[in-house]
């Protein structure tokens, strides 16, 4: 069974530039995720969905950072313009809410890196 | 609103020797605890889950209990291995939504 499939997984832009990440949940799954890792701040929500709906953005840290989920089989994340502080590794993750205590599925990363 | 409290790190450790990583939380509701591993250069993987006071979680001979009392979910595991070093990260959900993580623990084993 497939897991939360994440591309690119490693990414290297300048300054500037319009990042996609993009993110493929596990079928099934009705909750998506998007958490960004740094060093200095550790593991970060920035938001999620349910059925495809926006539930919580306040994690987006500012204009530049846009996500959508057009269907329940696709998600993106979209930096523009990004910015060296950006750089982190971000993570999509998945689960389901048939039943209790559902356990959240994470991908292997995409591995940003702004110079 | 809900947190997670785990211990500073890094922590290091001899081949062999026992492991407890300290786990606190708060939460509104009746939250879900877990605890993720994050090897290097790789995503999180869920290690073990509980879902009501009093479970135990296990995998690959780590174990952590759900106290509901010291609101705690200690992990354990009693012979640690070099192939354990890895970040871990206590979490707790609830209602299935949204993760809250504590900061994470690097855990060095030397041979």
């Known amino acids: 069974d497939a897991g939360v499939i994440q591309s690119p997984r490693h990414e290297v832009t300048e300054m500037g530039q319009e990042v996609t990440l993009r993110c493929k949940p596990i079928?099934?799954?009705?909750?998506l995720f998007w958490y960004r890792q740094t060093m200095m701040r550790g593991l970060e929500l920035l938001i999620y969905?349910?059925?495809?709906?926006?539930?919580?953005d306040s994690g987006m840290p500012e204009d530049r950072f846009s996500a959508k989920m057009p269907n329940a089989s696709f998600s993106t994340l979209k930096i523009q313009p990004s910015e060296p502080r950006d750089s982190a590794v971000y993570f999509c993750?998945?689960?389901?809410?048939?039943?209790?205590?559902?356990?959240?599925?994470f991908g292997e990363g995409s591995w940003l890196t702004v110079v | 609103g809900n947190s997670v409290t785990q211990m500073e790190g890094p922590v290091t450790l001899s081949e062999e020797a026992f492991l407890t990583i300290n786990c606190t939380y708060t939460a509104t509701g009746y939250p879900s605890l877990f605890w993720y591993v994050q090897y290097p250069g790789e995503g999180l993987q869920l290690l073990l889950k509980?879902?009501?006071?009093?479970d135990k979680g296990s995998n690959k001979g780590f174990e952590a209990t759900y106290r509901k009392e010291t609101t705690s979910f200690h992990l354990e595991k009693g012979s640690v291995q070099v192939s354990d070093s890895a970040v871990y990260f206590c979490?707790?959900?609830?209602?299935?939504?949204?993760?809250?993580f504590g900061t994470g623990t690097r855990l060095t084993i030397i041979p």
């Open positions: 979490a707790l959900s609830v209602l299935s939504e949204k993760l809250t």
């Open positions: 969905f349910n059925n495809n709906v926006p539930i919580d």
């Open positions: 079928s099934g799954h009705d909750y």
């Open positions: 509980a879902t009501k006071a009093d």
């Open positions: 993750a998945s689960s389901s809410t048939d039943r209790a205590g559902n356990t959240i599925y």
